[in-house]
């Protein structure tokens, strides 16, 4: 049986964008990652990494699951590095993710990843489709999803019920005023709003032509801020309907 060697490089990005991830499955209990996914490319077999976060319990609320993605179409790894510093926070914080899990694929185009470049294979691209509209479809009571953008500003587009809405809402105001304590420009968060019922989806612009260092830094605190809202309001709704059958 003939097997193919694959050499380092082929996996260099990878390795190096992972090893933070690996390094805290290593120190927390409640940080799990694996590969369940598979695409070929050139005869060379790539993974899709995948991580979960279990969150504490959180009294009075039903334990949640979320989806996040950091999507890639090319060599950029700034969504994949936000995911790793909102792990970061996790590992650091756990009540951030108080009463979810949350299941984290941080490379949509692993083989784009390594080339630094699109990649124009089609039966690649439509096995890619496949494995990132897998892992989309994991049941779950939330989607997040973060890419780069030809935008100016931190983009935040959610849609989902009163909870979400407000958590959003929230999330603006405190980076605002985050913003008006750095004195920084081109942070501002700018958010679309739209109520419905049902699993919700928010969607993270980061301006493409942003360091590297800051984009990550204030994607990740938009997210952090924003678990934390939807944790407050989910509290808030669970007190007001435990009232109501008393």
Not at 17 to 27: A, D, N
Not at 78 to 90: D, G
Not at 117 to 128: G, R, Y
Not at 157 to 177: C, D, F, K, M
Request: charged share 25%; aromatic share 6%.
């Amino acid at each position: 049986m003939s097997k193919t060697r694959l050499n380092p490089e082929f996996r260099a990005k990878m390795n190096e964008l992972i090893r933070g991830f690996i390094e805290h499955c290593e120190i927390s209990r409640t940080l799990i990652g694996q590969i369940e996914r598979f695409v070929r490319h050139d005869g060379r077999k790539y993974g899709l990494p995948t991580f979960t976060v279990y969150g504490p319990p959180e009294p009075g609320v039903e334990t949640s699951f979320v989806n996040l993605l950091g999507v890639n179409s090319s060599g950029e790894a700034t969504a994949a590095e936000t995911t790793l510093q909102l792990i970061e926070r996790l590992v650091l914080q756990p009540n951030i993710a108080a009463g979810r899990v949350l299941r984290i694929l941080p490379v949509t185009n692993p083989v784009a990843l390594e080339l630094g470049q699109p990649v124009e294979d089609e039966p690649l691209l439509s096995s890619l489709e496949m494995a990132v509209e897998d892992f989309r479809n994991l049941p779950s009571d939330g989607f997040v999803e973060i890419r780069l953008a030809d935008v100016t500003n931190i983009s935040l587009a959610v849609s989902g019920t009163s909870a979400v809405i407000e958590a959003a809402r929230e999330t603006e105001e405190a980076i605002r005023r985050l913003q008006s304590e750095t004195n920084r420009d081109g942070i501002l968060l700018r958010s679309v709003r739209m109520r419905h019922e049902g699993r919700w989806h928010l969607t993270l612009e980061i301006p493409r032509q942003w360091p590297s260092s800051l984009a990550t830094h204030w994607a990740s605190q938009v997210l952090v801020v924003f678990f934390r809202a939807h944790l407050q309001n989910l509290r808030l709704t669970s007190h007001t309907a435990s009232r109501w059958l008393n």
